[in-house]
C-alpha cells in the first residue's frame, strides 16, 4: 500500500487576494517603521555631540555607565568605558566621576568595582562618586540630576549605547556630551547593537512620561564634595 503525502500550505488570511498581499506587506512595512522609528529619533536627536575624547568639552562631571562585571571584577567592555573616562580627568576635562551600576544584590556590586578601578589607577577616592541604584540608563540619568545635582556632564559608553544614554540624560534636565567608546565588532558588539532596537522604544517612552526611577531616595553630596576637592 502507497502512503500519500499531504503538503499542508499555511496561507495568511487574506492572501490569495492582490488586495490582501498589498494590505500585509503594508502591515509588514508600518511595523517595521514604528520599530525602527525611537532608533531614528536617538540618532536624528543627538547629532552633533556625540565625539570622542579628545572633542569632548570640558564639564564638572563624567558620567559612566555600568556594564558587567567578571569575577568581581569590571567586563572588558566596563574597563574600556573606565579608562576612557580615566582619560578625561587626567586631560583635565572633567573634575569629577560619577559611576552608577547595579548593586541590587549583596554578591554583585557594580558601583564600588568602578570606584575601585578608578581609585586604583589614580584618582582621589572624593573625586569618584557611586551611584548604586543605576539599575538601567533612565534611572542612571534620572538619578544623577535629581539625586546628585548633576546638570552639566560627559556620558561615557560604547557607541551603540551612548546615543541613548545622551537623549535620556537631557530628558532628565542634565546638559551632556557624549564620547562613544569604539569596540572590536565582536559577538558582544552585534548583540548590544540589537539590544537598542528595543532600548530606544523603552527610551522613547521614558523621556515622553519621566517616570520616578525604581529607587528615588534622599538628595547626595558626593558630587558637590568633590568638586569643592577640585577647586583650588
Known amino acids: 500500500m502507497r502512503l500519500r503525502r499531504r503538503v499542508v500550505v499555511l496561507r495568511l ?55 558587567g562585571l567578571f569575577d568581581g571584577e569590571p567586563s572588558p567592555y ?23 551600576g547595579d548593586n541590587g544584590r549583596n554578591d554583585y556590586d557594580e558601583t564600588d568595582a568602578m570606584r575601585g578601578y578608578l581609585i586604583d589607577r ?17 534611572d542612571s540619568c534620572t ?33 551632556a556630551y557624549a564620547v562613544g567608546v569604539t569596540e572590536e565588532q565582536d559577538a558582544t558588539w552585534y548583540y548590544g547593537g540589537l539590544r537598542e532596537i528595543p532600548g530606544a522604544g523603552k527610551a522613547a517612552l521614558d523621556a515622553l512620561f519621566r517616570p520616578d526611577p525604581a529607587l528615588l531616595g534622599r538628595q547626595e553630596g558626593g558630587i558637590p564634595r568633590a568638586l569643592a576637592d577640585s577647586t583650588p
Open 143 to 175: 538619578r544623577a540630576r535629581r539625586i546628585f545635582g548633576v546638570d552639566r556632564a560627559v556620558l561615557v559608553s560604547q557607541g551603540f549605547h551612548v546615543r541613548r544614554a545622551l537623549a535620556l540624560c537631557e530628558a532628565a534636565g542634565i546638559d
Open 122 to 138: 589614580g584618582v582621589p577616592g572624593v573625586r569618584v562618586v557611586g551611584d548604586h541604584a543605576g539599575f538601567d540608563t533612565w
Open 13 to 67: 488570511p487574506g492572501w490569495d487576494s492582490r488586495r490582501g498581499q498589498r494590505r500585509w506587506f503594508q502591515a509588514v512595512v508600518g511595523f517595521c517603521v514604528l520599530a525602527l522609528a525611537p532608533s531614528a529619533w536617538l540618532w536624528t536627536g543627538t547629532a552633533g555631540r556625540v565625539g570622542s575624547v579628545e572633542s569632548a568639552p570640558a564639564a564638572p562631571v563624567a558620567v559612566v555607565f555600568g556594564a
Open 78 to 100: 566596563l574597563a574600556h568605558r573606565l579608562d576612557a573616562a580615566l582619560a578625561l580627568y587626567e586631560q583635565h576635562k572633567v573634575r569629577a566621576i560619577l559611576v552608577t
